[in-house]
């Protein structure tokens, strides 16, 4: 830009403003990661919540489907395998259920507990009759089982699988936490979904 000098003079400044323009595309690209990560993370309708403004989400479901997946004798299968065959085992099984929950409208990946895969159907669906979220959570869990098999052919494995499901409510559901922000269900629903895939044979 020119700066005009008391003698009519043109005193020009020239600034490089490459490394702002890095800088700014590396908050962009980090703006971009978190967004993704977010949306991994959160349910849609939640992260638009977000995006809104809203600090504090919290609301309740008065009927939903709570499962449970948990792979049976895990830490015995994995006593000798290296952390990458363990993380590599999960993450084909965990990813290929979170490629076909997206095929359930109603279904919602919650969290993974170890080698325990934990979803709801129905949170964001309160007009919908129950018969509908415990149906799709039902079909998803036959689906998992095909899953299973798959991922078994495919790694030459044995695994086997406990679920538990169970529809009730009512359901507390909301984001906790300040800094690494979590979606997350709370009630008795979840324990007895828990309990029932502890039991099963």
Known sequence: FGIKGNENNLILVIR?????????????????????????IMPQKVLMMLKQGKSEISFVVP?????FVDIVGFSSFSADLSPQQIMGTLSSLFGA??????????MTKIKLIGDTYMAACGLFAVDE???KHAIQCVDFAIHVLSILD????????????????????????????????????IGDTINV????????E
């Open 63 to 67: 009927s939903a489907s709570v499962m």
């Open 97 to 106: 259920f979170d490629i076909w929950i997206q095929k359930y409208p109603l």
């Open 193 to 200: 979904a828990s309990r029932l895939e502890h039991k099963a």
């Open 129 to 131: 009759e129950p018969e």
């Open 150 to 185: 798959d991922i078994n052919i495919k790694l030459n494995l044995n695994l086997r699988i406990r679920i538990g499901i169970n529809s009730d409510g009512p359901i507390i559901a909301g984001v906790l936490g300040t800094e690494n922000r979590v979606f997350d269900i």
């Open 16 to 40: 490089d403003e490459t490394v702002l323009l890095q800088k700014k595309k590396r908050l962009e690209l980090a703006k971009k990661r978190s967004q993704d990560l977010l949306e991994q």
